[in-house]
């Protein structure tokens, strides 16, 4: 595993968190060339999990961190890793019903890892549930 970015925001302030997405979609551009299917869907992975710590997981707190990271696997695959300073959640009922889209599923604190879910190859949390690592793959060039 190669490290290719960390930083930590504190905070909620929207500028900030902006700039933390811009920097991590630059960092992962230098890394390889990506098309625009694979721009739009690291980019969404990116606001959902950055966007679930800073809001659920430090409830938008001005004095709470958000500490990400991102690793090289190998050379069309990188690790993604968000952490906040939340309390966690039980992210083991979020995937409770897999096939199903019922009404907690939907909601707002849930349809953006199914999303996230969705579009990369691999999803861990940690056990207290307030950090995610993602694993996610581009097609070789």
């Not at 098309?35 to 709470?64: A, C, M, P, Q, T």
């Not at 300073?85 to 890892?113: A, P, T, V």
Request: proline share 2%; net charge negative.
């Amino acid at each position: 595993m190669k490290l290719l970015f960390k930083k930590q925001i504190i905070g909620s302030n929207p500028l900030i968190v902006r700039n933390l997405i811009s920097e991590m979609m630059n960092c992962i551009k230098e890394w390889n060339p990506l098309d625009e299917g694979e721009y739009y869907e690291f980019r969404l992975v990116l606001n959902e999990l950055i966007s679930n710590g800073v809001l659920h997981g430090n409830k938008g707190y001005s004095d709470k961190k958000v500490n990400v990271m991102i690793e090289e696997v190998d050379s069309t695959t990188l690790d993604i890793f968000i952490k906040d300073e939340g309390q966690g959640f039980d992210y083991k009922s979020i995937y409770q019903h897999n096939s199903q889209f019922d009404d907690i599923q939907m909601s707002e604190g849930g349809r953006g890892l199914i999303l996230v879910n969705a579009l990369c190859s691999k999803i861990q949390f940690n056990e207290r549930g307030n950090q995610i690592k993602i694993t996610k793959s581009i097609c070789p060039k």
